[in-house]
Structure formats: structure tokens, C-alpha cells
């Protein structure tokens, strides 16, 4: 099944973001998690409905810009196969397959043009 599941908005100032999405979208108060390596915000997430999550995300090396938020992609049970795939097709593994506490499973690719994009899956 491939499908969105995740959108990730860089951030400079979570506490500010928040503030800025909450007013825009009416959401109702989110906690702001710090794990040490990354503070976020969820949003909203419809997962148990098939929609996709919606978080802000304060991490060194991942930078607002103008090109867009950065979505994951489900990949279905493990995200191996596709995974291994990335460099036959002309893409790049930028972060291999990385366990998210409780949240499941992510790798960071680059396609044949550039653009980063997470793959997900739950094992």
C-alpha cells in the first residue's frame, strides 16, 4: 500500500510555529515533545481513519525553505524492499531504515531529482 501517511513542517522557533498554526487551522493545544535530538508538535493525525499526521519539527540540519514540507510515504509492512530499490533506480539513501520510538519505521531518500522524502513503515 503506498500512501501518505506523514507531512513534516521544518521550523526554526516550535513555540512560534505553534502559535502561527493553531490561529491559522483553529487546532486545539499540542504539546511540544523534546526527545533530545528533536523537538515536534503533532498537529493532527487521522491514522486510525487512513489519513495522514501533521507535525511541526525543530531538528539541527533540517531546515525551513520555500520548497516545500517533507512528506513520508507508506511502504506497508517493512520498508526494506523498497528500501534497497532506492539506488537501482538512480535515487540516493540519505538516512537508512531508523526505528522512531513508538512510532515505527523511517528511511530518508533522494530521488533522481533531488528531493528528499521519507519512506515509512511499521516494522
Excluded: H
Aim: overall charge negative; proline content about 2%; hydrophobic content about 35%.
Amino acid at each position: 500500500m503506498t500512501s501518505i501517511v506523514w507531512v513534516e513542517v521544518p521550523v526554526k522557533d516550535i513555540e512560534r510555529a505553534v502559535r502561527f498554526y493553531r490561529a491559522v487551522f483553529q487546532l486545539e493545544a499540542t504539546e511540544i515533545r523534546d526527545d533530545g535530538a528533536r523537538r515536534t508538535a503533532t498537529l493532527f493525525g487521522d491514522g486510525d481513519a487512513g489519513g495522514p499526521g501533521f507535525s511541526l519539527n525543530q531538528t539541527t540540519n533540517f531546515e525551513p525553505s520555500d520548497k516545500g514540507m517533507y512528506i513520508y510515504i507508506n511502504c506497508g509492512q517493512d520498508l526494506t524492499e523498497a528500501l534497497s530499490r532506492v539506488a537501482g533506480a538512480g535515487g540516493t539513501v540519505v538516512t537508512e531504515k531508523t526505528y522512531m520510538e513508538g512510532a515505527g519505521y523511517y528511511a530518508t531518500v533522494k530521488d533522481t531529482e533531488g528531493n528528499a522524502f521519507g519512506l515509512y513503515s511499521t516494522n
